[in-house]
């Protein structure tokens, strides 16, 4: 039986494009990143995640609950470093953006990615406002995805499904589900 981390990449790579360019929203300690990369040697992957600590988390993050939106520095500076540390083994074809994830999207230019894969703010308001951001960055034809979709743990309620329902039902999109509660919907 696979793990997580590997059903979670599984579903991403099934989607992506040779030479893909794909941008991973919460990488927390960098596994499911290096997965990527292993696995597709031709991808170049961007890792964004904040990395803050608790009290600069935003309101309705931290008001999950989620464990992730809930730690402290020594934690949080942990994570950070063993994402760093999986990156560098990857020169060239991973890049660690340690930053809120609307200010990493506007750092790229409209249509340039084939996929971006968001597991960080889940918040209903989170995952509406990244949708909305990185959204106009995937060039058409290409991928917006997540986890957390549908996840039957009272502890992963957070505003996922309905944040990612309205979306695709306000935008006409259709959105497969696939292992590890992923959701992706082609733009």
């Known amino acids: 039986m696979s793990r997580p981390f590997e059903q979670r990449g599984g579903a991403i790579i099934r989607r992506l494009p040779r030479d ?5 929203v919460g990488v927390l300690i ?11 040697m031709d991808i170049t992957l961007y890792m964004v995640d904040s990395w803050l600590e608790a009290d600069e988390q935003p309101e309705q993050y931290r008001a999950t609950r989620d464990v992730h939106a809930n730690h402290e520095r020594k934690i949080v500076r942990d994570h950070r470093a063993q994402a ?12 660690v953006l340690p930053m809120p994830s609307l200010a990493a999207a506007t750092r790229f230019n409209d249509g340039e990615l084939d996929l971006v894969f968001l597991d960080a703010d889940h918040s209903y308001a989170g995952v509406s406002a990244d949708i909305a951001a990185w959204l106009p960055k995937i060039k058409p034809g290409g991928w917006i995805g997540g986890h957390d979709y549908e996840n039957p743990d009272p502890a992963f309620r957070f505003g996922v499904t309905e944040a990612v329902d309205e979306w695709a039902k306000a935008s006409g999109r259709k959105i497969e589900t696939d292992a590890n509660f992923t959701w992706f919907a082609r733009v």
């Open 20 to 24: 893909a360019r794909v941008v991973e």
């Open 30 to 40: 960098g596994i499911l990143s290096e997965y990527l990369l292993r696995n597709r």
């Open 84 to 95: 760093e540390n999986r990156a560098r083994h990857f020169h060239g074809r991973a890049m």
